[in-house]
């Protein structure tokens, strides 16, 4: 099956036609969103709403806040979502990343252009999957998040075994005109999805899904 027929658009149309808008990513601002995002590596979401509760009774997500945590503190926080120590000196690298840009995304998307994600994996903690959410929820760029559920979507559609992130990351591409909303809601639809359909626990047949329809075969 050629890796390149998967109708991408087609995709993203159907699942938002049978599941409904997802609403990710779950914040009420962008520093919160960037906790979540590395709070999630290697738990899951139940475990990093914990964290958040943590952080947000204490910090409010304000940026200030959290840079005056100690890392002792910062680490008892969030120690819900594991690998506490990690996460929190990424939680500090992170935050000094932004903080010396004043926090100014518009600027930083800016100063960096093409070259903002290959910026974002030289800091301390941040691996492929957790710069394109940053660049998908943080900057509103068009990007695809190639996490565990799309590689579990994406190999049972195209019969397949993608078991890196960049090996699906290269394979995939958006359609041009794809905006930076959808690009959101496709990597919520596909979680969704994942959880629902292809799981251990819920593995099963899901009733809209083809792939020969979505890769124009008959």
């Known amino acids: ?24 990513w779950p914040a009420e601002s962008k520093p919160e969103i960037i906790l979540g995002a590395i709070l999630v590596q290697n738990t899951n979401w139940s475990n990093v709403e914990k964290s958040l509760e943590n952080l947000k009774v204490i910090t409010q997500f304000s940026s200030h806040k959290i840079k005056r945590l100690s890392l002792e503190e910062l ?57 394109d959410v940053l660049l998908v929820y943080i900057f509103d760029r068009p990007v695809f998040i190639a996490d565990a559920y799309a590689r579990r979507l994406f190999g049972w559609l195209q019969d397949d075994t993608f078991n890196t992130y960049d090996k699906l990351y290269k ?4 359609p041009e005109d794809f905006t930076d909303t959808e690009a959101q809601e496709f990597h919520g ?23 020969n329809y979505l890769t124009g075969l008959k």
């Open 189 to 211: 639809l596909i979680d969704e999805f994942g959880k629902r359909y292809l799981t251990n626990k819920t593995k099963k047949e899901n009733p809209f899904l083809n792939r």
């Open 171 to 174: 394979v995939i591409k958006l």
């Open 75 to 131: 680490e008892l926080l969030i120690r819900p979502s594991g690998f506490y120590k990690n996460k929190a000196q990424t939680i500090k690298a992170v935050f000094a990343w932004f903080e010396q840009y004043n926090w100014d995304y518009q600027f930083i998307n800016q100063q960096y252009g093409e070259k903002l994600r290959e910026e974002l994996l030289t800091i301390k903690g941040i691996g492929f999957e957790t710069a």
């Open 1 to 24: 099956m050629d890796k390149q027929k998967i109708d991408i658009r087609l995709l993203f149309e159907t699942l938002l036609k049978e599941m409904g808008p997802q609403g990710w």
